[in-house]
């Protein structure tokens, strides 16, 4: 990719004189291999390495000690963690009469019949489902699920509209609520996390650590501080995430929250820094399918990128290393530092635990037009005038 393009493509037009929260910055990529020096501990030097262009993907080695992995797997331990949800976990809709939400079985069936022939395949149904239920079913689950709710008459493994207008919806919500919960390492994220906070009390090597990441990203020290706990993330064998963008579009709304999060806010998570807390003896990897191409949402849905229990071997993908920082933006910039469009090409998540169990912890940079930044941004102010919002270490 060519180096002009993307100082063009980073650098989308100003939206107005000043932004609404501290400059932001966004370090060059410069070329993938490069090697920055990162002077983030008094005994060592630091090497941040471009895994990718765009999105700019970074690597941190023993960017955390090991004893400091530990410590922060045993603050999660102690503080409990949680199954995992994901935005989609929603109902069916059904065809019963005390739900509210009523069964059209024309429009379903339109957007169901993605090739709009005279059947539901068992590709297009398992396309449909995972969409509106998180469930990442194979063939043969869909086989059992015609077999046990009696859908396909005729058994030719596909359905037609007949059959498919005369399923009981809430029957077929019901068969996959409890799929869901006897085979959990098919749904879109299969894993257990906490947040620990990193405020100033809170434990010195959350506190150190936040340091870390204020001179790795060269961020204002208040954005840092303003941005979400420390979210821990356990799997266990099978577990994943499949791909998944870590913030939201700008179509979504105007604001940026996360502190009271509602419908009239989108989460603005400009970065991502990724830690591995352990070694994983097999599979784990962090992927990034739409890198080296352009994201498409309906495309990845048709060609089933997204589900890295099946693909985890396109774009970039990166092994696991205990103490090792995958650090990415999320988000473009504006010229005056405004965070920008969500990146679609950020699309990544979690490949299949194959053995063993893998910790992460997810250090999300994000915005929040809620906080009230006006001082920050008067102390701020020359700084972005002055400043390019590309910097090089
Ligand atoms: C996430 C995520 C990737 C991984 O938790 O949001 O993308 O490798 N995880 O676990
Ligand atoms: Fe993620």
Not at 38 to 53: P, Q, Y
Not at 128 to 133: A, F, N, Q
Not at 343 to 365: P, Q, R, T
Request: aromatic share 8%; with cysteine.
């Amino acid at each position: 990719m060519n180096r002009a393009w993307l100082l063009v493509s980073f650098l989308t037009a100003t939206v107005g004189e000043n932004p609404r929260h501290p400059p932001l910055v966004q370090l060059d990529p410069i070329r993938r291999g490069h090697v920055r020096t990162l002077n983030l501990a008094s005994d060592r030097v630091h090497k941040m390495e471009t895994l990718n262009i765009y999105p700019p993907v970074f690597g941190i080695e023993d960017f955390l000690e090991d004893w400091e992995c530990d410590h922060i797997i045993q603050l999660a331990k102690d503080s409990g963690l949680n199954p995992s949800a994901t935005e989609s976990d929603i109902d069916l809709p059904s065809n019963n009469q005390e739900d509210d939400m009523e069964f059209d079985a024309a429009a379903t069936w339109d957007e169901w019949n993605s090739n709009g022939d005279e059947y539901l395949d068992s590709e297009e149904i398992i396309e449909s489902m995972s969409d509106i239920s998180d469930a990442a079913m194979t063939p043969d689950d869909v086989a059992s699920m015609f077999e046990e709710l009696d859908l396909d008459w005729n058994k030719d493994a596909m359905l037609d509209f007949e059959e498919f207008a005369a399923s009981d919806a809430s029957a077929v919500d019901r068969f996959v609520k409890r799929f869901r919960r006897k085979k959990p390492w098919l749904k879109r994220r299969y894993s257990a996390h906490t947040w620990l906070q990193q405020s100033m009390v809170s434990d010195p090597v959350l506190r150190s650590l936040r340091k870390r990441v204020e001179k790795t990203t060269q961020l204002p020290k208040i954005i840092i501080e303003r941005s979400e706990p420390l979210q821990v993330v356990h799997y266990t064998a099978r577990g994943h995430n499949h791909g998944h963008h870590d913030s939201h579009p700008v179509s979504a709304a105007p604001d940026c929250c996360h502190r009271h999060v509602t419908s009239h806010c989108r989460l603005c998570r400009y970065m991502t820094l990724l830690y591995y807390l352990n070694d994983v003896s097999g599979g784990g990897e962090t992927a990034f399918p739409a890198v080296n191409r352009t994201y498409d949402e309906v495309e990845f849905s048709h060609n089933g990128l997204w589900n890295l229990s099946a693909h985890c071997d396109t774009g970039l993908v990166v092994k696991p290393r205990k103490g090792f920082a995958l650090v990415w933006y999320n988000h473009q910039i504006h010229e005056n530092g405004e965070i920008g469009e969500l990146i679609g090409e950020s699309f990544h998540g979690g490949c299949d635990v194959l053995s063993g169990e893998k910790w992460i912890a997810n250090n999300w940079i994000a915005i929040d037009h809620t906080w009230g930044y006006d001082e920050a941004i008067n102390q701020h102010q020359d700084i972005g005038r002055r400043h390019s919002t590309h910097v090089d270490l």
